[in-house]
């Protein structure tokens, strides 16, 4: 079966890189019917934070694509330290007692230039190593990587396609810490193993990772995952996406906020980096599963657009504002409910007409934030009228024959677009005004606005009370 893995660290919240590399784990899981892990890398106990990780759960839940098993890396201590240990044991590994720098972390090379490794540790025997660490030195565990002959290290890259280096152009890299924690190596390596991981989808940044890895992987004896590694995405000057340089623009929960529908957001991103054959761009999670492969992953990295001004990608709202026209009202409406109500708007509690109010203005907006702004009229009696919308309601004669036609709809029996268009009309024929005057202002009424869905649509949109109230207020 096939198993991959998406391992965040809760170092900050999710950030846009790491939800493009989890919905392409998941992709591909769900194309072949394989299981989806998600497993925090909470390892590095001096930079994780509660509220990293409840960000990472709060972007992941707003996706809703799910996963089917969670683990936290710190309650797995035990697999990874028998997996140095093992590999201690082969002589794949040794105690390294040399003291660490105060500024220098145990898991990087000490000193400068292209340290490999301290000859006299990898010399140290085993009953020497053995003693000083009964005795209570400190140590690290180092990999020993082979130098004599030294080999090449290879594996084809889903992606990138076939890589090599030499174990002579690799240090001896730590496992374990003096404090007795893995490093990122062990961990994600002896999880991996213990997790029968059979695909490794992740990061171009962690290709040149993988030759570590590898060797662990066979200092354990333990079969190879395939590994494919993801084009980075990028700012508009080529910098890699970073929460310290662009703020909250690398944040999902940025988009979630600003209005986006999830199933948008994940097309958006998934067109980062990846395309159909048929280069279609809207598509919806099943057609994204359906055609989602490995070969249609891109070797360039992706460029985000945004600027100061605006960290929005024009791409991102474009896809969002056509996925907000085509999704089932059924799936919106309670999306725009909760938005209406988060703004302290009340939507209508006769669901029908809500559905109909909804499927009658969304085709103009681009967002879920615009039903409660540019949509405001809809939903509440306290609404802007445009400059544009002022000059319709101000031109000669308009608002009495707004005023009129307030009279005519409330004598109407009737009250469907229908009837509203004959009263309209037949005011216009009667008083011989052009129609479009009387439509134009009484939109300009009943919605602050000079443009917006079909002029009669608007009428039953408001309601024949808020109608009648609005035409006569003006």
């Not at 809703?64 to 969670?70: M, N, P, Q, R, S």
């Not at 028998?82 to 201690?88: F, G, H, P, T, Y």
């Not at 010399?123 to 030294?150: H, K, T, Y």
């Not at 934030?369 to 319709?392: H, M, N, V, W």
Request: charged share 25%.
């Amino acid at each position: 079966m096939t198993r991959a893995r998406f391992a965040p660290s809760p170092t900050g919240y999710l950030h846009i890189g790491s939800a493009h590399t989890f919905i392409f784990n998941w992709l591909y899981v769900r194309k072949h019917q394989g299981k989806l892990v998600l497993r925090i890398d909470d390892t590095d106990v001096d930079r994780n934070t509660q509220a990293s990780l409840d960000s990472i759960y709060d972007g992941l839940n707003w996706l809703a694509l799910g996963w089917d098993e969670c683990y936290r890396e710190s309650d797995r201590l035990e697999v990874h330290r028998k997996l140095a240990d093992e590999l201690l044991a082969k002589r794949f590994a040794y105690r390294d007692f040399t003291p660490a720098a105060a500024d220098v972390p145990e898991d990087r090379p000490h000193g400068e230039g292209p340290w490999l490794c301290n000859p006299d540790m990898r010399a140290l025997s085993g009953e020497e190593s053995d003693r000083r660490a009964a005795a209570g030195e400190p140590f690290v565990i180092r990999f020993r990587v082979q130098r004599d002959p030294a080999y090449e290290v290879a594996f084809h890259d889903e992606v990138y396609g076939p890589q090599s280096k030499l174990t002579a152009d690799i240090e001896d890299f730590a496992l374990l810490r003096s404090n007795g924690l893995p490093t990122y190596h062990l961990a994600s390596c002896a999880d991996d193993i213990d997790m029968k991981i059979t695909h490794v989808i992740r990061g171009q940044d962690h290709l040149s990772n993988t030759f570590k890895h590898i060797l662990i992987f066979q200092g354990a004896n333990a079969p190879l995952p395939r590994f494919a590694h993801l084009p980075l995405l990028i700012a508009p000057d080529g910098s890699k996406l970073s929460k310290r340089k662009h703020g909250p623009v690398v944040s999902v929960t940025t988009y979630r906020d600003k209005g986006f529908l999830a199933v948008a957001y994940i097309n958006f991103l998934c067109l980062l980096g990846w395309s159909p054959k048929d280069n279609r761009e809207q598509m919806t999670l099943y057609e994204l599963t359906s055609a989602f492969n490995l070969d249609g992953v891109h070797r360039s990295n992706a460029v985000v657009n945004f600027s100061e001004a605006d960290p929005i990608d024009p791409k991102a709202l474009w896809l969002n504002s056509q996925h907000l026209r085509s999704i089932p009202v059924a799936v919106l409406a309670p999306l725009v409910r909760k938005t209406l109500e988060e703004q302290g708007l009340e939507p209508p509690a006769d669901e029908v007409f809500f559905h109909h109010v909804i499927d009658t203005i969304r085709t103009r907006f681009s967002t879920l934030l615009d039903f409660a702004t540019k949509g405001r009229a809809y939903f509440s009696d306290d609404y802007p009228i445009e400059k544009q919308a002022l000059e319709k309601l101000d031109a000669p004669g308009a608002r009495e024959l707004l005023h009129e036609l307030a009279n005519r709809i409330e004598s109407d029996p009737e009250f469907t677009e229908a009837s509203v268009e004959r009263d309209l009309r037949k005011l216009a024929e009667e008083r011989g005004v052009k129609a479009g005057l009387i439509i134009n202002s009484s939109r300009a009424a009943l919605t602050g606005q000079p443009v917006g869905p079909s002029a009669f649509a608007v009428f039953t949109c408001i309601g024949r009370e808020r109608v009648i109230r609005r035409l006569r207020k003006v």
